[in-house]
């Protein structure tokens, strides 16, 4: 049998790391009236409108479904917009309401203030170097799973 200890297992740092992240952006979108996945799914359209929601879905991580949540629940806060694609008919795009865009403003300064927080004690090269680790970490598995 294998073994580690725990305070050897990356994973376990990675994760504590992101349930911290999680939680403070949580707390900063709070006044805001964004959960993280509502802000996610914001910050995507901002930067491409006009996604499917399975699109939007695969860039946050999440399932179609649950985005239909998200995006519903965005919906009904009148932040977003969604419109037939121009000549693909089954498909809806989905767009930011000009509410959204003021929203989605607000929820990226205090996103990227937790954003500078995280990285505030790393220098620049600290930053870079964490970014590419976590990338060939990223690589690693995901290289060990289509072997499989």
């Known amino acids: 049998m294998l073994h580690m200890e725990m305070k050897q297992r990356l ?3 990675i994760k504590r790391a992101e349930q911290v992240l ?3 952006k949580t707390k900063a979108l709070e006044p805001i009236g964004l959960t993280v996945p509502q802000y996610a799914a914001l910050l ?3 930067e491409e409108p006009g996604l499917s929601a399975a699109e939007i879905a695969r860039r946050c991580l999440v399932t179609p479904q649950t ?3 998200i995006l519903g629940n965005l919906s009904d806060k009148g932040l977003t917009e969604r419109r037939n694609h121009p000549t693909i008919g089954h498909v809806l795009q989905t767009f930011l309401s000009p509410k959204g865009k003021r ?3 607000k929820a990226d300064r205090v996103a990227i203030e937790v954003e500078q927080r995280l990285a505030s004690d ?3 090269t600290d930053r870079q170097l964490l970014h590419d680790l976590l990338e060939t970490c990223i690589l690693s598995l995901n290289d060990t799973a289509k072997d499989r």
Request: proline fraction near 0%.
């Open 122 to 124: 790393l220098s620049g």
């Open 67 to 69: 985005m239909t949540t």
């Open 103 to 105: 929203v989605l403003t």
């Open 11 to 13: 994973g376990l740092t």
């Open 22 to 24: 999680i939680r403070a």
């Open 44 to 46: 995507c359209i901002g």
